[in-house]
């Protein structure tokens, strides 16, 4: 597809926002399958380093662990009891010039134990934001020496408990004070795979959103509760399937978020208005209610819901939170909403936790799995990353007699990504060797040495961290562009997988403008003609449409036109890009309202994973002036992370955005895909400021409901 050479211009809008190299740590994070817990390895001591794993906990204020499980113990000092370090340490004792620590294990397995306090040197390691870099060293990190008993209850490969609370003591205070960056830290908790533990992040990079361009979406909402030690969150309302919950009591208590409870546990009163709506609403989607299995009340048979990106289908949990302006939700969705516990039965995964529990919400890992977690002490507030609605297809891959939703990258360079476990679970999956015709048409620049041997046999790989294997992809086939399909082809295609199923979204489709994507391969298997259309409905629409990805030919029939659409297309030239294959187009200018906002030269990128559209920051300021001075609109205060909001029922006035293409063409952006709903009564502009130096003056991406 190397010769695609002009945009059908028939996407939609958005964007995201570029990284700055500053200071910033990250730490792996492993999930104990057995016992679903999870935990952290870091290096302590010099000059001999000792990896240690440690549980993370929100609600301890100071690290203790097993001091025997280290290799060395010589550079191991105690800490003195009028030190002004001791005097700090919350529940802090003496014994003699000793300071001591009160060891509180959070699975409440044992009493708290006693032990001493002591420094050594903690190694964590650097990163752009999505790779492990150079060690550094925090040269006085405090921690307690805990005994073997201490650690009963904890997983086996755990020798400790990491200290993740608001107190000054705990890991992450003393991490940012050390090197004297951003107080805050991030966690994406993995429900399989590797998870990641961020320090001071400035910028996240995780599958799919692994590049500068197409930034996690995020809300905020205030932290509550720091001075007692926990992290609470004021929840304002509960809603199952958009429906509030009538409750009572209130919520006034706030929530407590836990990284040790595993499932969601409520007073009971509430626990019974969510269940029963949630039954209700499974109802009524036609999923079955079955036997509950404890500790679960509520369980239902898996085959009656269907799938989709985030899991089973299954009516959406929200939780209404204190926003800057007006309220603000957090959604769980399918996988963080129920769990499977039998082949064909899945549970409602939430706890009732008694009449009169000490929180009356505790919300635990099982809903926080794959959701981004920003703890932001300079602003005391909590960040979480929102329904992306990022587009996705259904396929089925192999001999899977079951679709998964993969998601769609239109700059990915992998044909199709997924877990190997699960790739090779398919009877038709074929491992590609290395040094074979196939190997060396997909990758000729990889050389097999750097290659790994996995049963005696030298698999391919299209990267370091991705492999090359064979299967069959069915795909709907039409001759004539009309809209109803007429069959299906299967076809054996170059796939790749990765050893470590990525967090967030797992699966996604490639459609850069390389030779290895499945657009090219099938356009080169079937001689079709070198084309790609991709429509993407908006979240409105998309309850009755879904959308179209369409290759080769291109005849295209949508009501209510009923004629060929492509023959009222505009088009611009594609730019020729490096080896990544991105698609790229040449905006020469901007106007609103016939006034013209100047742009730097460069390269415009159109991205399916960027939730707004980024603007250098002299493009975004100029923008904004010629929408707002245009706008007959009523401003509203400004909502993160845009710089223009206005009252939706202040007018209709918004103006026009016109992109002025190379070779004459005009992109037309209306209303619906210019501006964002933040809540019911205001909307904003949906462009976000990209940095002074972005690789890209502009990234073109999906304008979010």
């Not at 060293?137 to 009963?152: N, Q």
Request: net charge positive; charged share 15%.
């Amino acid at each position: 597809m190397g010769s695609l050479t002009r945009l059908i211009v028939f996407l939609s809008i958005f964007a995201a926002i570029t990284l700055k190299s500053n200071s910033q740590y990250l730490l792996p994070i492993t999930k104990h399958e057995p016992t679903n817990q999870f935990y952290t390895t870091f290096n302590i001591g010099s000059p001999t380093k000792s990896p240690v794993n440690l549980l993370l906990d929100l609600g301890t204020n100071l690290t203790w662990l097993n001091c025997r499980k280290l290799k060395s113990l010589s550079s191991l000092r105690l800490v003195t009891c009028q030190s002004s370090t001791c005097k700090s340490i919350p529940g802090n004792g003496c014994d003699g010039k000793s300071c001591l620590y009160k060891q509180p294990n959070p699975l409440g397995q044992n009493p708290v134990v006693t032990g001493r306090v002591v420094q050594d040197r903690a190694s964590i390691s650097t990163t752009d934001g999505g790779k492990f870099l150079s060690q550094v060293s925090v040269p006085r990190f405090t921690f307690s020496c805990a005994g073997e008993k201490t650690l009963e209850g904890l997983p086996p490969p755990v020798a400790g408990v990491l200290a993740l609370s608001p107190g000054s003591s705990s890991f992450t205070k003393q991490v940012t004070s050390a090197f004297n960056v951003i107080p805050k830290f991030s966690l994406c908790l993995p429900s399989s795979g590797t998870g990641r533990f961020y320090i001071a992040g400035i910028h996240y990079f995780i599958p799919p959103f692994n590049d500068s361009s197409s930034s996690i979406p995020m809300t905020l909402t205030p932290i509550r509760g720091t001075d007692s030690g926990d992290y609470l969150i004021l929840v304002q309302s509960i809603y199952v399937g958009g429906t509030p919950l009538k409750l009572n009591p209130d919520l006034n208590g706030g929530a407590k978020l836990s990284t040790v409870v595993h499932y969601t546990v409520l007073q009971t009163d509430i626990y019974n208005a969510l269940a029963q709506s949630f039954t209700l609403k499974a109802k009524a989607m036609g999923i079955s209610k079955v036997p509950s299995v404890a500790p679960f009340k509520h369980c239902f048979d898996a085959r009656t819901a269907g799938k989709n990106l985030t899991g089973p289908n299954v009516p959406v949990i929200e939780i209404g939170l204190p926003g800057r302006i007006g309220e603000v939700k957090w959604g769980f969705y399918g996988a963080n909403t129920v769990v499977k516990v039998k082949e064909t039965v899945m549970c409602l995964a939430f706890i009732d936790g008694g009449e009169k529990p000490e929180d009356l919400v505790v919300i635990g890992t099982h809903q926080l799995q794959d959701h981004m977690l920003e703890f932001d002490f300079s602003r005391t507030v909590l960040a979480f990353n929102k329904s992306t609605n990022i587009y996705s297809i259904p396929l089925s891959i192999g001999s899977s007699t079951s679709s998964e939703e993969f998601v769609l990258d239109l700059n990915g360079a992998a044909p199709l990504l997924q877990n190997c476990a699960t790739a090779a679970r398919s009877t038709t999956y074929h491992p590609i060797k290395c040094g074979s015709t196939r190997c060396n048409y997909a990758n000729p620049n990889f050389p097999c040495p750097n290659n790994v041997i996995t049963k005696k046999r030298t698999v391919c790989r299209s990267s370091d961290d991705a492999r090359l294997f064979r299967d069959t992809v069915p795909l709907l086939y039409t001759f004539n562009g009309v809209y109803t399909m007429d069959s299906e082809k299967s076809s054996s295609l170059t796939l790749t997988c990765s050893d470590g199923a990525p967090t967030l979204k797992q699966r996604t489709v490639g459609l850069a403008n390389t030779h290895l994507s499945i657009p090219s391969q099938l356009i080169s298997m079937y001689k079709l003609p070198q084309k790609m259309a991709l429509c993407l409905p908006s979240t409105e629409g998309s309850k009755t449409y879904s959308g179209d990805l369409w290759i080769g030919k291109g005849e295209y029939y949508y009501l209510p036109y009923l004629k060929d659409v492509s023959k009222i297309f505009s088009s611009t030239p594609l730019i020729a890009s490096d080896k990544s294959g991105e698609y790229l187009i040449d905006v020469k200018s901007i106007q609103i309202g016939g006034k013209t906002v100047p742009i730097l030269y460069g390269t415009t990128k159109i991205s399916t994973l960027a939730p707004y559209t980024v603007l250098q920051t002299s493009i975004y300021k100029a923008l904004l002036t010629a929408f707002t001075e245009n706008a007959k609109i009523a401003i509203a205060p400004a909502v993160k992370p845009f710089g223009a909001c206005f009252h939706s029922n202040g007018g209709r006035g918004e103006p026009v955005i016109d992109l002025m293409l190379r070779g004459g063409a005009k992109w037309r952006i209306y209303g619906p895909n210019s501006l964002v709903k933040v809540n019911k009564n205001v909307v904003c502009l949906g462009f976000v400021d990209g940095g002074v130096k972005p690789k890209n003056p502009i990234v073109i991406g999906l304008v979010l409901d």
